[in-house]
C-alpha cells in the first residue's frame, strides 16, 4: 500500500509540477506579450520623437533659408549704396582739388595785386618818405591778415 500511496502523492506532484510549469509558461507567456507590446510602444514613441525632429528641423531650414535670402538683399542694396557713396565721394574729391587749384590762383592774384598796390602807395603815399608804410592803406582786400589757410573741411 505504501507504494500505491507514493505512486499517488507521486503522480499528484507530477500534475501539481505540471500546472506549475503552465502556470509559469502563462506568467512568461504574458510577460513576452506585456514586453513586446512594451517595445512596440516605445518604437512607436522613438517614431514619433524622430518625425518631430525631423519637423523641427525642416522648419528651422526653412526659416534659416529665409533669413539669408533676406540678409542677401540687404547685403545687395548696402553695396548698391557703397557704389553710390564712392561715385559722389569722387565727384566731392575732383570738386575739392579744383576749389584748392582756384583757391591757389585767386591767392596768386591778390598776392600780386597787394603787392602791385604796395609799389604805388610806395611812391603816391607821402608816409612812405619815411619808410613807413600804413598797412590799411596798401592792402586793399585786407590779403595780409590772411594768415590761416582755409578749411574745406566742416
Known amino acids: 500500500m505504501s507504494s500505491g500511496t507514493s505512486s499517488g502523492s507521486s503522480q499528484g506532484t507530477r500534475s501539481f509540477r505540471s500546472e506549475d510549469d503552465l502556470d509559469l509558461q502563462d506568467q ?14 516605445s518604437a512607436r514613441r522613438s517614431r514619433l520623437r524622430k518625425q518631430q525632429h525631423l519637423d523641427d528641423l525642416t522648419s528651422q531650414v526653412k526659416q534659416l533659408k529665409d533669413q539669408n535670402k533676406q540678409l542677401s538683399m540687404a547685403v545687395s542694396i548696402t553695396n548698391k ?4 557713396v564712392q561715385a559722389q565721394n569722387s565727384v566731392l574729391q575732383t570738386q575739392k582739388m579744383e576749389l584748392e587749384s582756384r583757391l591757389g590762383a585767386l591767392t596768386e592774384i591778390l598776392l ?5 598796390t604796395t609799389n604805388t602807395c610806395a611812391t603816391t603815399n607821402p608816409a612812405t618818405m619815411n619808410n613807413i608804410t600804413p598797412i590799411s ?9 590772411w594768415s590761416q589757410p582755409i578749411d574745406l573741411y566742416y
Open 28 to 41: 512568461m507567456e504574458k510577460r513576452r506579450k506585456r514586453r513586446k507590446e512594451s517595445n512596440r510602444e
Open 81 to 84: 549704396n557703397l557704389v553710390a
Open 112 to 116: 600780386y595785386m597787394n603787392a602791385s
Open 137 to 145: 592803406a596798401c592792402d586793399v582786400l585786407g590779403a595780409s591778415t
